[in-house]
């Protein structure tokens, strides 16, 4: 039932606007020179930051569509009474989102390389932090929806909990995608960290919204 729940999601993420997320990563990439100017060497000190900054806005555009949906169809309360854990739907979820945006982006992130003029060495660090911090993203959106579903104007309060509880992420996972090791090392401590304990923040705030 678990996998059944992420091919669901997933297929319904593709056919509604999963690409929107990766539009949104390449034009925050293509409007950045026209801000800074074409200076290649403040581009590429800046890129890694700012590749990390649109794939953090682009996992918190389809927030509202996580959990609100399933919550308000009665899904979740379905999935309850067949002897599904709250916290099984939640990490199929994590799932299930960070494979509609994810890959995606980091298969954009080679394009807005290119208008940040990073080196290929620079493209490969950023690959891998994304690679790793990425999963650390949809674990916190997802744990964010699921807290903030059935709220008024749960999209707004979603970026506001969502941004300072990703400034770890984004701090190593940009350092991560700038110099070295070190700091891939903290960034994948931080996404462990985040995908361990977003399961069960999701899934107590699903049963809390029942009562």
Request: net charge neutral; hydrophobic share 65%; proline share 6%.
């Amino acid at each position: 039932m678990i996998g059944a729940l992420i091919v669901r999601d997933v297929r319904r993420a593709f056919m509604g606007a999963a690409w929107l997320p990766v539009a949104f990563f390449v034009l925050v990439a293509a409007l950045v020179p026209f801000a800074v100017g074409p200076d290649a060497r403040l581009l590429a000190r800046i890129g890694p930051g700012i590749l990390w900054i649109a794939a953090l806005t682009a996992a918190l555009l389809p927030i509202e569509r996580l959990i609100e949906p399933d919550r308000a169809d009665g899904v979740l309360d379905q999935l309850a009474l067949h002897g599904v854990a709250e916290e099984s739907v939640s990490a199929a979820k994590i799932v299930a989102h960070w494979l509609t945006f994810g890959p995606l982006l980091m298969i954009a992130a080679i394009p807005a390389s290119a208008l940040l003029a990073l080196d290929a060495a620079s493209l490969q660090r950023s690959e891998i932090a994304l690679a790793i911090g990425t999963p650390g993203l949809a674990a916190l959106a997802v744990a964010v929806a699921a807290v903030t579903a059935g709220l008024p104007r749960a999209g707004s309060l979603a970026g506001i909990l969502l941004l300072p509880l990703a400034v770890p992420l984004l701090i190593f996972g940009a350092s991560a995608s700038a110099a070295g090791s070190g700091a891939l090392l903290l960034e994948a401590a931080v996404s462990l960290l985040l995908i361990a304990g977003a399961p069960f923040v999701a899934g107590a705030a699903i049963r809390a919204s029942r009562t």
